[in-house]
């Protein structure tokens, strides 16, 4: 059989790294699965550019905020030019345009395994209080911004410390009034509106990782601690967890959602109350840890959109490490030369 | 002018670096068809003359884009 | 045979930056020869430039849409044309012919309701400052007049004694439906109980009688749950009016605020995907209505969608006067359209297409407008291939708040016209000349003489 060429997005493994290059690696340790991964870049110095040893293609893509059909035109070229069966999109900002292409694509020979767009819409967070009742568990009182008397309000109704969020990624803790506002701002900046405004919980933060197969089943589920985070709030070191109050929660989640695709699912935990912080449509960029572990969600995801046989799901131990390191890459410009004349490595 | 400009990594696909700053720089086609007369010593006038011969364009325009091309290299550093 | 040309450029790679195609041009860059059929030339040719082009095909479209999805789901709906939104003669009796009353909010508004034939009974008066004048005329007329405040209720009163009968009113009510901040300097605010006390002291007035409720939350919501906390909230006051003054609901009025397809700056996602469509707003409202109203009633719903049937239908042709470069190398055009056309521009991105193709590498380039203050940019990161002077910019959606906020300060304001469905072109707005800033001053005789020549 011919290897699958899987396009995935996220490979900006930087220091608040994208899901990309845990999801290629996860793809390329199962056994029995051919794959080629073809890495989709927002920009040319995305170090997965530079990974030949894991990615095997990339191409940089137009962003998706630009709208029209500049994007779709692209991964069409991408499929043409070098062929691409599937693309697993990483990232918050592009899943709206790939749900929304998610038919086209497929039209085209270009398979996809994602929420449908009512259910993507449920992470916005002020829909995060129906899945909470949903599912019985707690939620922190939250407020959506969006300009400053907004954030004043927020902070006064909820009292300091605070989490101040962007409305795809970032979280601060912010105790002081003059915090909120830099953290305001700088979301702001970079991700637009709403901010996020939120009280503070106190517990252990347990996340889990998993995969619905659209049908009300989970195709594998993943709990663990981060032990410790960067500044930007990203897990440093983690240990998988087994807690059953939270993977049962994730697991009525997708029961109740029919979720289909992969998804994180954010709890804090305090005794026996369990707090809902969020749901992201998508893997982590933790999603190897799982791998690490025996539990491959890439690539079940891979099998089970292509009809292939899905081993026996292996039941995971707590108690296992993770620790992210740093490495570094030496190369000449050649890649990067190409990726910004041509637009494609190599 | 050309000290600086002889200086630079151009390939043949309109990218250049600057080795002295680390920059990296993107060219268009007739920009590198410039540049290159540039680090081959032509003069601008040239240089605008050799773009309306071969281009559809007005000698006066070529002139007016290839001093704005030049202003461009001094305002990123890579002429003095 | 010579080549085509595409002027030299060099650009910067900077981190961020570094895509092949541009951040908000795609590779295959936006050109619109025409608008509905008519040429982009053939307008600026016949015009001029600056120019404000309206689509009536885009017009009627919106509406009927809107119209059906909302009228589909519920018996008794009418539209509330925000004549603010955009108060063009032609537009509003555009609006006016496809069957929406007027909503207006100041004198002036009512007037040119009036004026354009529309009768009292088909008027919404909002607005937080209604003179007493005008009152007394919407009173005569029938309109349906929604209170701002205690002091609007003593007058009505007191226009109540004059007429000697009672009068009709509607509640503008403030309330939290989770959108942030909230529009709380209009109106009574329901949660604090001021306006169950509003309700009371209109009671023992004994000369206003409440039959409807109005509240608008605020403009471009992204969302449709705050339109059923509202309509929650409205139902639930209402039933308690009724209960505790005997006052029936015969309306309930929503406001407006659909989005457009308007691009809000710093939304990162582009309209189309992060937006809602209007069934979708349409089935939260119809479904919370049906879920809060007692069985078989069913009050006049009226909307007040303001941008959602109006911006989209917008354009704004403006023509390339110069090319620059800034001291730090970016790319600089001005144009002869500026923030004095385009007031929505400190809120929302525009879609800026141009005239015909153009070859060469797109840059990151900033779009000034004809002003001579600093805040007048259009666009502060576009990417654009290098244009020529006189190169056309399309600019949409621009129909929502931008006629009627435009101002007249150091250019004249543009021609206004309407592309019709056949084609047809109607010159809606004459483009201004010196008359129009001169006819209402009066420079006093003393210095009537003009400057002599010479030393
Ligand atoms: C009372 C009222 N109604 C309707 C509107 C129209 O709003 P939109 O254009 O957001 O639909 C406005 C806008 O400010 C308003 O103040």
Redesign the interface.
């Known amino acids: 059989m011919r290897p699958l060429k899987i396009g995935l997005s996220g490979i900006n493994a930087v220091d608040n790294p994208g899901p990309g290059i845990g999801v290629a690696r996860s793809l390329k340790e199962d056994p029995d699965l051919q794959v080629q991964v073809v890495g989709l870049a927002y920009d040319a110095m995305e170090p997965g550019l530079f990974m030949d040893w894991v990615v095997d293609k990339s191409f940089i893509m137009p962003y998706p905020s630009g709208g029209g059909d500049a994007f779709l035109e692209r991964l069409l070229y991408i499929q043409q030019h070098y062929g691409l069966d599937c693309v697993i999109p990483n990232l918050d900002a592009e899943l709206p345009h790939y749900i929304k292409w998610a038919r086209t694509l497929a039209d085209r020979s270009i398979q996809t395994f994602l929420p449908s767009m009512e259910q993507f819409r449920l992470r916005g967070k002020d829909r995060l209080v129906e899945i909470a009742d949903r599912i019985e568990l707690a939620l922190p009182e939250t407020r959506a911004v969006t300009n400053l008397e907004g954030l004043v309000q927020a902070i006064d109704d909820l009292e300091l410390p605070v989490m101040v969020k962007g409305s795809y990624y970032k979280a601060h803790r912010c105790h002081t009034l003059p915090e909120a506002l830099t953290r305001y701002h700088e979301l702001v900046a970079e991700w637009g509106y709403p901010v996020i405004v939120q009280e503070v919980v106190s517990g252990d933060e347990l996340n889990v990782v998993g995969l619905g197969d659209g049908a009300g089943h989970h195709l594998g589920l993943v709990g663990i601690k981060k032990l410790s985070v960067t500044a930007q709030g990203k897990i440093w070191t983690g240990v998988t967890v087994r807690n059953e109050a939270v993977l049962e929660a994730a697991d009525r989640f997708v029961r109740a959602y029919q979720w289909r695709g992969p998804f994180e699912f954010e709890c804090m935990v305090q005794g026996d109350r369990v707090n809902l912080i969020e749901v992201n449509p998508r893997f982590p960029a933790w999603s190897y840890f799982a791998t690490g572990v025996g539990v491959n969600l890439p690539a079940r995801l891979v099998r089970h959109l292509f009809g292939m046989p899905l081993p026996a799901l292996p039941e995971y131990e707590a108690g296992k490490l993770f620790i992210r390191y740093t490495y570094e890459l030496v190369t000449d410009m050649a890649s990067f030369q190409k990726a910004i004349t041509r637009g494609e490595v190599p | 002018m050309m000290q600086k400009l002889s200086r630079l990594a151009v390939s043949a696909e309109g990218f250049v670096f600057n080795p002295a700053s680390g920059d990296s720089f993107q060219v268009s086609a007739t920009g590198l068809r410039v540049l290159n007369a540039l680090r081959e010593g032509q003069a601008e006038d040239q240089i605008a003359h050799s773009l309306a011969e071969t281009y559809q364009v007005e000698l006066e325009d070529a002139r007016r884009d290839v001093a704005e091309f030049c202003a461009a290299l001094k305002s990123f550093g890579l002429t003095s | 045979m010579?080549?085509?040309?595409?002027?030299?450029?060099?650009?910067?790679?900077q981190?961020?930056w570094?895509?092949?195609?541009?951040?908000?041009?795609?590779?295959?860059r936006?050109v619109r020869t025409e608008i509905d059929g008519v040429g982009i030339d053939d307008l600026v040719g016949q015009f001029g430039s600056p120019l404000f082009v309206y689509s009536e095909r885009t017009l009627r479209r919106l509406y009927r849409q809107m119209h059906s999805a909302f009228s589909t789901r519920y018996p008794n709906v009418v539209f509330g044309w925000s004549y603010k939104t955009n108060y063009l003669g032609a537009i509003c009796a555009l609006m006016h012919q496809l069957g929406s009353w007027a909503e207006v909010v100041s004198a002036m508004e009512y007037q040119k309701a009036r004026a354009l034939g529309v009768p009292g009974e088909k008027i919404v008066f909002n607005g937080p400052h209604k003179p007493r004048a005008a009152l007394e005329r919407a009173v005569a007329e029938g309109a349906t007049i929604n209170v701002d405040h205690l002091d609007e209720i003593y007058d009505l009163e007191k226009v109540s004694l004059q007429l000697g009968r009672p009068i009709h009113i509607g509640l503008r009510l403030n309330l939290d439906a989770?959108i942030?901040?909230q529009w709380s300097r209009f109106g009574f605010n329901l949660e604090s109980g001021q306006a169950l006390e509003a309700a009371k002291r209109i009671k023992n007035g004994g000369k206003l009688r409440v039959h409807g409720l109005h509240c608008h939350l605020g403009t471009y919501l992204m969302?449709t749950?705050p339109y059923q906390r509202q309509v929650e909230k409205l139902v639930g006051f209402a039933t308690d009016l009724e209960r505790t003054f005997g006052f029936a609901l015969e309306y309930l009025d929503l406001g407006g605020g659909f989005p457009s397809k308007s691009r809000?700056?710093?939304?990162?996602?582009?309209p189309?995907?992060?937006l809602p469509s209007m069934d979708e707003y349409a089935e939260t409202i119809a479904q919370a209505l049906s879920k809060t109203l007692p069985p078989g009633e069913f009050p006049r719903l009226i909307l007040e969608a303001g941008r959602a049937l109006v911006d989209e239908a917008g354009y704004l042709i403006a023509t390339v006067g110069a090319a620059k470069?800034l001291?730090?190398?970016t790319r600089a055009y001005v144009v002869d359209a500026g923030v004095n056309l385009l007031f929505t521009s400190y809120w929302y991105k525009f879609n800026i297409e141009l005239d015909r193709e153009v070859g060469?590498?797109n840059e990151h380039s900033v779009v000034y407008g004809p002003l001579c203050m600093n805040i007048d940019a259009l666009d502060e990161g576009v990417a654009l291939p290098p244009l020529a002077r006189g190169t056309r910019l399309i600019l949409s959606p621009v129909g929502a708040y931008n006629q009627t906020q435009s101002m007249q300060f150091i250019e004249y304001r543009p021609a206004a016209v309407l592309v019709g469905e056949r084609g047809q072109v109607d010159v809606i707005r004459e483009a201004e000349d010196l008359s129009d800033i001169t006819r209402r001053e009066r420079v006093p005789t003393r210095f009537a003489s003009p400057p002599q020549t010479g030393p």
Do not use: S
């Open positions: 010579k080549m085509p040309y595409e002027k030299p450029i060099v650009t910067k790679l981190t961020g570094m895509n092949k195609y541009g951040r908000t041009f795609a590779y295959a936006k989770g942030y901040p969302e749950a809000l700056k710093g939304v990162y996602l582009p189309e995907v992060a470069r001291a730090d190398g060469g590498m």
